[in-house]
Structure formats: C-alpha cells, structure tokens
C-alpha cells in the first residue's frame, strides 16, 4: 500500500509537533537510569559502584541504538516523502533486523565475557567487579529490546509518527521504575532487581515497536542487501560518534590533570552541555524527518527552506539557553558542589559556555538536517576533521601552556565554531540536497 505524504510545511508548529514528542522519549531512559542509580544507592557503595560500570557498558549499546535510529531516520523519509510508506516501513524491517542481530550479540558477549570486562574496568577481581559481572549478565539480556525500540523509534520518527514511540518507551520505562525498588528491596534480589527491571523495560519496549511494524502488514523477511546498506551508514555514524567520544574523554582527561576542582567544575559544565544537547537533539530529529521527506518528494526548495527554519530555530534555542545559564551562573553551580574552589574553577568554564550555546543551537539543527538527506559522509568526515585538527590539539594545547579550563573549553567553543562554519558551507552549497527515494 502506498500513501502520498503531504510536502512538510515549514511552519514552527510543525516543527514542534515532531520534536516535542521525541524529547520526551530522550529523555525518558536518561530519567529512568537517575531513578535506578537512586534506587540501588541505598544498598551501599560496593553495588552502586558496581551499576556505575555495568551502566557504562550498557551505555554504549544504547549509543549503537541511537546510530540505527539516526540512519533508519532518514532513509524511511526519504521513502515516505516519495509517497510509498510500505517501503519506508521496510526500511525498519530491515533497521531492526540489524538491531536484534546485534543486541543478540551483545547479550551473548557479556554471557562470555562480562566477568573479565568487568574486571578490566575495576582494575581488580574483588566485590565491585564481581557484582559488576552479575549486573551485565542479566542487564544485557535486554539488549535486544532496547536494540529493536531504537530501530523502531528510527522507522517511526521517518513516517513522521512520534507519539507512538512516546507510549512505546514511557510505558516501560514507567513500569521499571516501579519493578525496580519492589525488586531490589521487598523481593530481596539486590542489585539482581535493578538488573532485571531493566530487562523488563527494554523487552516491553522492543517487543511494542516489533508489533507496531507487524500490524503495518508489510513483508518481514530480512533482505541482505538492505541490510548492508544501512550498514554503511550506520559506519559512518559510527566513525563520527567515536571522534566525539575521544574529544570528550580527552577533555576530561586533562582536565584533571589541572587538580581535583577543576575536573570537578568540567563535570558540572559538561554534564550541562550534555543536558542542552539533549533538547537540541528533538529539533535535529524533527530536521531529520521533514527534511527527509521533502526530499523523498523531490521538493527541494522545500527541503532547504526547513533547513533554514530549522537552524534558525536551533540558534533561537541556543540565545534562550545562553540567556538562562547566564543568569544562573551564581547559583547553578552551588547546587552541585558546595566546594568553593569547584564553584570558583565553574566560573572559568561559565563564560564559555555561555557564549558558545547559540552556535550550538545552529549545529546541531543542521546536524540533523544533514543526517536527514542522507549526508553523513560530509558529517563524518567533517567532525573527523574538526576533532582532530581543532579541539584535540586546543585542550592539549591548553595543557602544554596550563591554561587551565579556561583553555578546555576554549577548545571546545573551537570545535564548535568549526563544525559551524563548515555546516553553514555546505548548506550554501545545495550538494546535500539530492532528492528522490534513495540517495
């Protein structure tokens, strides 16, 4: 069955029908985990520290998903602005075809292997590691749900669908955070039940987004050659998320080389980062999707005029937050340290971020406009760049010369602003902008 898709208008509103939605699905696991770690908090310091590497691992898995969800994004909108919503369904087929494959090989590598990973990040085969052990074992029996929900959340947000995948994560994540005190403390099972509410969740989860493409009645076989291109993509995004995790680890990293108040007040910052990023993510995933079915339709002037939009938005955004943390620079601090020299070393780090929110706002808009054509190449290759020959040598820099965090952060404004310049680039251009079905 095929269905013509209306061309995306380019009003706010429209905009904000799709990202409002998939915040709210963003944030759900990142709430649900907070809830988790308060939970298992009370049982001591041995089995919280032992979540806090388990959780790690899992982490990543959930970084994979997203790069499935992010790749499936844009090819199902591109299918659906063609006017053929089977084939952008299938598109999800095949998205979660990939994701249970490597959520199954997930759970049996940490059946294998969890014991010595674990050992290797404790550094130690004592009580931490041993709980760690057991908590991967059983958690990653859910990876293939929460593999299967990130492909589905990535065919739905395509077809321009975002409250169902609403329902889809709330509700289990709702469910677990029940289960889980009932399950570590009533019930008896300890760090056992954070583990096991987890797999409960992330199971209910992947098995209502399998149902949801089982009742759109569309063939269920994998197809291979599908499959490998979204492989393809899926590298590509890979690549470009592994350059973000080594300018973030090498940040913090010499970051506490400049003593224990400095790395503190970094964490503060960049955990604040984190949480802006976040809400900017629902506006790149509206990009995502509208931007991609414009193209599907071979609208392309449309296409670009949401480009626009979008980034515009994401730069409005980016002034709201600045004007926000900069009035809370007095205060917002204080509620994670009452350390004065954290507080102080804060300040450093304060103007930058501050200043760099607005650019961000821009970037990450247009990340997902990018993302959306299909253009990850030039994302990858881009952030490569960008992380390589801008903020890696910055925060070394800033090391070599004890600059301090000041000099961290200036690193990461420059990072920013480079990602920026070469976003805007390639926008002018118009060679993002292919339009048909595929790319």
């Not at 607005?358 to 993302?371: K, R, S």
Request: glycine share 12%.
């Amino acid at each position: 069955m095929t269905q013509t898709a209306p061309a995306p208008p380019a009003a706010a509103r429209r905009i904000a029908g799709l990202a409002l939605p998939a915040l709210v699905v963003l944030a759900a696991e990142p709430l649900y985990v907070l809830v988790d770690t308060a939970v298992v908090g009370h049982l001591g310091r041995a089995p919280l520290a032992a979540l806090a590497v388990g959780g790690t691992v899992m982490t990543l898995t959930a970084w994979l998903g997203t790069v499935v969800a992010y790749g499936t994004t844009g090819r199902s909108a591109r299918r659906f602005g063609s006017g053929d919503r089977a084939a952008a369904v299938a598109e999800g087929v095949q998205a979660s075809w990939l994701a249970f494959g490597v959520g199954v090989l997930v759970a049996l590598a940490m059946q294998l292997g969890g014991g010595a990973l674990a050992r290797t990040l404790v550094g130690n085969s004592g009580e931490v590691a041993d709980a760690a052990a057991q908590w991967l074992r059983i958690a990653a029996l859910g990876a293939p749900g929460l593999l299967l929900a990130a492909a589905g959340n990535g065919w739905l947000r395509g077809v321009q669908d975002t409250r169902r995948p609403l329902f889809f994560v709330l509700g289990p994540n709702l469910l677990s955070a029940v289960l889980c005190p009932l399950l570590v403390y009533p019930v008896g099972l300890g760090l056992a039940g954070s583990a096991v509410a987890n797999v409960v969740a992330q199971t209910l989860g992947g098995a209502l987004f399998a149902a949801a493409l089982v009742r759109e009645r569309v063939p269920l076989r994998p197809r291979l050659h599908q499959i490998r291109q979204q492989l393809v993509l899926s590298r590509d995004l890979l690549i470009r998320g592994a350059a973000f995790q080594a300018s973030f680890l090498s940040a913090t990293a010499v970051a506490s080389r400049f003593g224990a108040a400095a790395v503190g007040a970094h964490q503060i910052a960049l955990q604040l980062w984190f949480f802006t990023a976040l809400v900017l993510d629902a506006l790149a995933i509206a990009g995502q999707s509208l931007v991609g079915a414009a193209l599907g339709a071979g609208d392309e002037a449309g296409a670009k005029a949401l480009a626009r939009r979008i980034g515009l938005l994401g730069g409005a955004c980016g002034v709201a937050f600045a004007v926000l943390i900069g009035a809370g620079a007095g205060v917002v601090p204080a509620l994670f340290s009452s350390d004065p020299l954290v507080r102080e070393q804060a300040m450093v780090a304060w103007p930058w971020f501050v200043a760099m929110q607005p650019l961000a706002g821009v970037v990450f808009a247009l990340d997902g406009v990018l993302i959306g054509a299909g253009d990850v190449a030039y994302l990858r290759n881009l952030t490569v760049v960008a992380a390589l020959g801008g903020f890696l040598p910055a925060i070394w820099l800033a090391y070599g010369l004890d600059l301090g965090l000041g000099g961290i952060w200036a690193g990461l404004t420059l990072f920013v602003v480079l990602r920026l310049i070469a976003l805007l680039l390639r926008l002018r251009s118009g060679r993002w902008a292919v339009v048909g079905a595929v790319r």
